[in-house]
């Protein structure tokens, strides 16, 4: 068990194809990153149908490609523009943007990019070494512990996602109903198509995406009109040795901070408020606490060291059961399933070439990926000089191109309109988008787990309760459901005053 | 910010009326061969207008000074909206690549203010780009 296993996946993982398509993947992810309105989830979605003709596990490494590169190309931003270029790199403004402004945005940047691949790696050496155990327990799973997963996966996000839990409900609510429009699997029956044909194949949440994270965030960048102001930096050989002479010195930070990141990741939604936690716990034990905001470099290790650490563990549940942990994450599972292969413990068994290429990937792509961000800053630097006014459409028509791709079908595109629109509105709303997304991935997933648990108990619902995993995991969700509730309450009974609001994006 | 969200509450509101009309169509109880096809759907859309009513509750109580969008911001918004709905039609009798080059030629011309050169040559040259990476590349077709 182990050894063998990561060396199979590293045969498969350094061919010269699949290095080549790591490098084009961490390129278009890193420009991917750097543009505003363009995420790792809807990168990954557009670029999605150019896998088709891949072998599988080409195209995982490509889709995890781009998703490093997005990683690490919201660090550029946030250091040189002080605009985040995905909501994780908030917390790397914070210090980072005051360093750029000094004159130290080299050495910003080097830390970012070096704590990102510290905490990536971190990440992925728990997951080599859990990945197996937990598809090895996961093969046992019936249909009840399935679906009391997922029930844990959406309580999460009411229960630790911040914002109004009820708008959190509705729009898990509102992905699950697109989820059963179409063709019912079970009994074969059309729902919720009121006589259009045109509503018969479902919603795709691949074109969700898209147009969700694409076209809404096009349109509320452009409503807050954008300007890049940025801030010039040189990075050389000089400037990236001394910083990695100094960084050793925040060990604890980055240990500190690559466990929370995992912690967090591993659960949907994660990234965002694992990278603002770890800041304000870097901020509590620092020695120069009162430095923190004003250019302090430990406040550029801690949220990216986190943010990556979380964004690789989003993929352990992906791969051993099947259940995304992020948005980015969905649309990769989305791949897998177009690519014929089944997403969950199964994998481990069934395709170990495909797994542990896929883990094997890991290492090399975040090897190439600080090499190539470090030796390149300069030219993703120059992408945010293009005039807005040539990003903006090509964003769209990008976009639209993406959107096509996935079915051949004008149709598509029109839904990728509607759901840019609904995007944008809901953003403003503090509707949040992510547990929508995952919701209309897994939608078809938890009806049927769902409907073969109720099949099996007769139509009781106390089977979630009687089988002791699926036991523990319902209540645990049930916990996480009734936290928002819970809080206010317990607060109220320490005396203490209600926390301020932390606005978190759950938006990974 | 309050009329907006009411207005998406209600909304909302009606579309899970209509999800829970065609669930009741489908059936909502137990089949012969465990529950039927509106089962899901029904308790699904059952617990969003509930969620919705309490939302709207809430907001009817608690006022904000936010207002949605002002008519100043908007302006740039639609700018994008319109033109690209625009592009989107044409797609379907023009072909995606005539469009999008017509479409990014007006964007840049008409809000970027870009020299006719740079319209011209980037607006030919992106769908150019695209069309080799999708069809030649990666074979994949578009209209």
Sequence with gaps: MGVENILLGFQVAITPFNL?????????????????????????????????????????????????????????TSVLFNIPGEPWSVATTFDGYPMARSGDGGKALTAAFTSSFVGALFSILLITFFAPL?????LRFGPPEFFAIQLLTFSSFVGLGGGNPLKTIVSILIGFILATVGLDIVTGQLRLTFGFTGLMKGFDFIIAVIGLFGIGEILLS?????????????????????????????????????????????????????SFMSYAFAKRFSKNAGNFGKGEIEGVVAPETAAHAAGVAAILPMITLGIPGSPTAAVMLGGLIIWGLQPGPLLFTEKPDFVWGLIASMYTGNVIGVLMVLAFVPFF???????????????????????????????????????GVVGYVFKKLDYPLAPLVLALVLGDLAESALRQSLIMSQGSLAIFFTRPIAAAITLLAIFLFA?????????????APPAPFKPVAADS | MRAADLITASVLILL????????????????????KSGFFPFWLALIMVVCCAIIMAQQTRITTRHIFVDREKLRPVLTVLWPAVIAVALMEWLGLYVASALYMG?????????????????????????FLVFEKWFFVPMP
């Design chain 1, 20 to 76: 080549f398509v790591a490098v084009i993947g961490i390129l278009l992810g890193t420009i991917i990153g750097v543009l505003p309105g363009l995420g790792g989830a809807n990168g990954v979605a557009i670029l999605l149908p150019v896998t088709f003709t891949m072998p599988p596990t080409s195209g995982i490494i490509l889709l995890t490609s781009i998703y490093w590169g997005a990683l690490f190309g919201g660090a550029i």
């Design chain 2, 16 to 35: 899970g009326a209509l999800v829970i009309v065609d669930a009741m169509r489908l059936g909502i109880g137990w089949g012969t061969d465990g529950p």
């Design chain 1, 134 to 138: 937990l598809a090895e327990v996961a």
């Design chain 2, 106 to 130: 007006f964007y840049m011309r008409w809000v970027g203010r870009h020299s006719w050169f740079a319209v011209v040559s980037l607006s030919l040259a992106i769908p150019i780009v695209s």
């Design chain 1, 222 to 274: 452009v409503e807050e009109g954008l300007t890049f102001r940025g801030v010039k930096t040189g990075i050389n050989l000089r400037v990236v040795l001394d910083t990695w002479k100094i960084l050793p010195r925040f060990w604890r930070t980055f240990v500190r901070s690559s466990i929370i990141g995992f912690w967090m990741g591993f659960k949907p939604g994660g990234a965002t408020p694992a």
């Design chain 1, 483 to 495: 936290l928002p509730l819970i809080t206010p309450w317990w607060r109220r009974m320490r005396g």
């Design chain 1, 381 to 419: 630097a120059a992408i945010l000089r293009i005039p807005f006014a040539i990003l903006t459409p090509l964003i769209i028509v990008v976009c639209a191109i993406g959107s096509y791709a996935v079915h051949n079908s004008m149709l598509d595109i029109w839904y990728m309109v509607f759901f």
